[in-house]
Nanobody, 120 residues
Framework: QVQLVESGGGLVQPGGSLRLSCAAS????????MGWYRQAPGKERELVAR???????NYADSVKGRFTISRGNAKNTVYLQMNSLKPEDTAVYYC??????????????WGRGTLVTVSS
């Protein structure tokens, strides 16, 4: 069984910072990219940031210059450093990764989500 586990959400004041973590575990053969999506109440899920195996990254325009996605020292771990947070960043943040298992099965994995609330 393969899964993604997120951590690091919480309540923060506008202008503050949070770091989200995501770790993939299980019988993993390959992960080509890991990314973060978010879904605010009443809105569709949107891509926030994505990091490929070759260290290419892309960001939503709304977070460029404020958020940074990076790879962790542990294998198949990714972080999202969020600075200068705004109330409009409030959402449930989901980790995502396309995973090939040791049995060469393919899954588009999603974590359960972690809530980020930006409010004074």
């Amino acid at each position: 069984q393969v899964q993604l586990v997120e951590s690091g959400g919480g309540l923060v004041q506008p202008g503050g910072s949070l770091r989200l973590s995501c770790a993939a575990s299980g019988s993993i053969f390959n992960i080509n990219a890991m990314g973060w999506y978010r879904q605010a109440p009443g809105k569709e899920r949107e891509l926030v940031a994505r990091l490929t195996k070759g260290d290419n990254s892309n960001y939503a325009d709304s977070v460029k210059g404020r958020f940074t996605i990076s790879r962790g020292n542990a294998k198949n771990t990714v972080y999202l450093q969020m600075n200068s947070l705004k109330p409009e960043d409030t959402a449930v943040y989901y980790c995502n990764a396309p995973v090939t298992t040791l049995k060469f099965e393919y899954f588009e994995l999603w974590g359960r989500g972690t809530l980020v609330t930006v409010s004074s």
